[in-house]
C-alpha cells in the first residue's frame, strides 16, 4: 500500500469518527447547537473566563463572528460575561445554566463512549492510540 493511499485512509478514518461522535452526540443531548455553539461550548468549558479575543484566537475565526455566537449563547442562557474587576471594558465567558446542563451532558456521553473504549480496547492499544493521536495533533 502507499504512503500517500495510507495517509489519505487516515485523514478518512479520522472524518469518519468525527462524524459518527456528533451524530451520537446530538442524538444523546437535546440541545440544538451548530457547529461554532458547540466549538465555542467547547473551549469556555476547557478554558472557563476565557475572554472573546481569546476564544477568536482559539477558533481561527474573527472576533466579531464569535461575537454573533456569543451573543445567541447569551439569550439562549448557554453563557454568562462576566464583567473584570479591575478594567470594566473587558469582559470574559463563564457557563450559565443550560451550559451547565449541556456540561453535565456531554460528560455523561463522553463516559459512555469511553466505557465502549474500555470494553473493546486494552490499555496498551489505548496508550498507543492516543499517543498517535496526539502526534498527528502536533503535525498538523
Not at 469518527?17 to 473551549?43: D, G, H, S
Amino acid at each position: 500500500m502507499k504512503i500517500k493511499n495510507i495517509a489519505e485512509q487516515i485523514n478518512e478514518t479520522i472524518e469518519d469518527i468525527w462524524m459518527i461522535l456528533e451524530k451520537k452526540e446530538r442524538a444523546y443531548t437535546k440541545f440544538k447547537l451548530n457547529n461554532q455553539q458547540y466549538v465555542l461550548l467547547t473551549l469556555i468549558i476547557r478554558h472557563p473566563h476565557s475572554s472573546p479575543t481569546e476564544l477568536a484566537e482559539k477558533m481561527e475565526i474573527t472576533k466579531s463572528a464569535v461575537s454573533q455566537q456569543l451573543a445567541k449563547l447569551e439569550r439562549e442562557g448557554y453563557i454568562i460575561r462576566k464583567q473584570h474587576p479591575e478594567d470594566k471594558r473587558a469582559f470574559s465567558i463563564v457557563l450559565g445554566e443550560k451550559g451547565m446542563l449541556y456540561q453535565q451532558e456531554m460528560k455523561a456521553f463522553n463516559q459512555q463512549v469511553s466505557d465502549k473504549y474500555h470494553a473493546n480496547l486494552s490499555t496498551e492499544e489505548m496508550t498507543n492510540m492516543l499517543s498517535t493521536l496526539q502526534k498527528l495533533r502536533e503535525i498538523l
